[in-house]
């Protein structure tokens, strides 16, 4: 299950209100299901208020996969406009390299906005 922070933001003039435009951001979404939201037809990422987040475990000797899957899930989310990305990379001891991950999310600053780096351990 996906959890899902609701962001609400209010435009004001003065005292009148004139609009409430409503935010989702999904949390927790693994590579593989994001990827299957990707690809439905009417899919919810088609909104322009919704920002997806991943969370993507990557273990020392993983990189390779890693690159692979983010290269993949990047080209697929640029099929949507103005949509923004947010990834969690959950690490443990001992660390992956993380500079060919690093580089991948540099060259798509505009897509990936925001990048969290957590450690785990068993």
Not at 7 to 27: D, P, Q, Y
Not at 82 to 92: E, K, Q, R, W
Request: with cysteine.
């Amino acid at each position: 299950h996906a959890s899902h922070l609701f962001l609400f933001c209010w435009i004001s003039r003065g005292l009148c209100v004139c609009a409430c435009v409503c935010i989702l951001i999904s949390e927790w979404l693994s590579f593989d299901r994001l990827m299957l939201i990707c690809r439905l037809p009417e899919s919810v990422l088609l909104s322009s208020h919704v920002y997806p987040s991943v969370k993507y475990y990557l273990k020392r000797g993983d990189e390779d996969q890693c690159m692979e899957e983010m290269i993949q899930l990047l080209e697929t989310l640029q099929e949507f406009s103005n949509i923004c990305l947010m990834i969690t990379i959950v690490v443990d001891r001992p660390f992956p390299d993380l500079d060919g991950v690093l580089s991948l999310f540099r060259s798509h600053k505009g897509l990936v906005r925001v990048v969290v780096f957590s450690i785990e351990r068993p």
